[in-house]
Nanobody, 124 residues
């Protein structure tokens, strides 16, 4: 089993920045990909970005390209999501998710483990 814990969410004004963290524990050696998804009220959970545990592969949703950056620190078993130039439409609960096989995939059903989520609210 893998446990994922997100942190770093909060309230920020439009144009501001936040950095989210996803700390993994348990059988971290079985992780191949970690992704971030988000879910706004009344909407489906959507893919944001992903990174392979090696760091060699990343993927971004078009809506966040150029503004968000995913990175990982394997020594700390932690993945980070740096979010810059935030917009009100980025408001959502952000979840990290892990899967034990490659490749990097962008659909929710591909992921075996999920965190509890962290709220990000961007005010206009």
């Amino acid at each position: 089993q893998v446990q994922l814990v997100e942190s770093g969410g909060g309230l920020v004004q439009a144009g501001g920045s936040l950095r989210l963290s996803c700390a993994a524990s348990g059988r971290t050696g079985s992780i191949y990909v970690i992704s971030w998804f988000r879910q706004a009220p009344g909407k489906e959970r959507e893919f944001v970005t992903a990174i392979s545990w090696s760091g060699r592969t990343t993927s971004y949703a078009d809506s966040v390209k150029g503004r968000f950056t995913i990175s990982r620190d394997n020594a700390k078993n932690t993945v980070y999501l740096q979010m810059n130039t935030l917009k009100p439409e980025d408001t959502a609960v952000y979840y990290c998710a892990a899967r034990g096989n490659g490749p990097v995939l962008t659909y929710r059903g591909a992921y075996d483990y999920w965190g509890q989520g962290t709220q990000v609210t961007v005010s206009s």
